[in-house]
């Protein structure tokens, strides 16, 4: 069964710092791998995605991430962040194209970002 | 165009108490998902329905637990005797499914629940 871990629980950051959240998979596959964002008391949000194809990604709120298969991981990454960023944020893997009727994700525990000025 | 929605938003009951969440879909998002996001965690998946196909229920953590689905519309997640470690909020998501491709699911708001 395939898995997620973020290893960062709490990131804190100064407004207009670089920023990286890291996301390791394990899954046999090619998997689906995902960015959501849940901000307080919204629903999560997708930020981008990775299916196949190129290896970085671009997503929405100036986002970027980098699937590295050596590493099993998928890190989120902007370079510049901004108050509105502070949110959680979630990783999660779904399963590839090999699986069709599984399509159910599995998140990480997520990362709270917090913005200081 | 409108996004998935669930109703109630809050919900508070007894312990021992039936509860009924409801979802409404993305329209012509033939898949459906629940989640259960208890506090400080990530999500966890409980159940999935494809169509017409049978339902994923391999996360459902008891037989308390049951969720509904008429064709490719609303869907029901029922909780019986309800007990103090189902509070958490119960996301829902729906994707498109198109050539066996599923599409990225897309979140309602939640129905926070709790139980006292």
């Known amino acids: 069964a395939q898995s997620v871990t973020q290893p960062d629980i709490h990131i804190t950051v100064s407004e207009g710092a670089s920023l990286e959240l890291r996301c390791n998979y394990s899954y046999g596959a090619t998997p689906y791998l995902f960015w959501y964002v849940q901000s307080p008391g919204q629903g999560l949000q997708l930020l981008l995605k990775?299916?196949?194809?190129?290896?970085l990604v671009q997503g929405i709120k100036g986002f970027e991430a980098e699937f590295k298969r050596s590493q099993s991981s998928f890190n989120l990454r902007k370079p510049s962040v901004h108050w509105s960023d502070a949110a959680e944020y979630f990783c999660?893997?779904?399963?590839?194209?090999?699986?069709?009727?599984?399509?159910?994700?599995?998140f990480g525990t997520g990362t709270r970002l917090t913005i200081i000025p | 165009g409108a996004g998935v929605s669930q109703s109630p938003s809050n919900k508070v009951t007894e312990k021992g108490k039936d509860v009924e969440l409801r979802c409404d879909p993305i329209?012509?998002?033939?898949?459906l998902y629940w989640y259960r996001q208890r506090l400080g965690q990530g999500l966890e998946f409980l159940i999935y329905f494809q169509g017409n196909s049978a339902p994923d229920k391999s996360g459902l953590p008891s037989d308390r637990f049951s969720a509904e689905r008429t064709g490719e519309s609303v869907s029901t997640l029922t909780i019986q005797r309800t007990q103090q470690e189902d509070s958490a909020v119960y996301l829902c998501a729906s994707s498109l499914r198109d050539r066996g491709y599923s599409y990225e699911q897309y979140f309602g708001p939640g129905t926070r629940l709790t139980v006292t």
């Open positions: 999660a893997v779904g399963v590839g194209v090999a699986n069709f009727g599984n399509e159910k994700l599995t």
């Open positions: 329209s012509g998002h033939t898949a």
């Open positions: 990775y299916f196949s194809g190129d290896t």
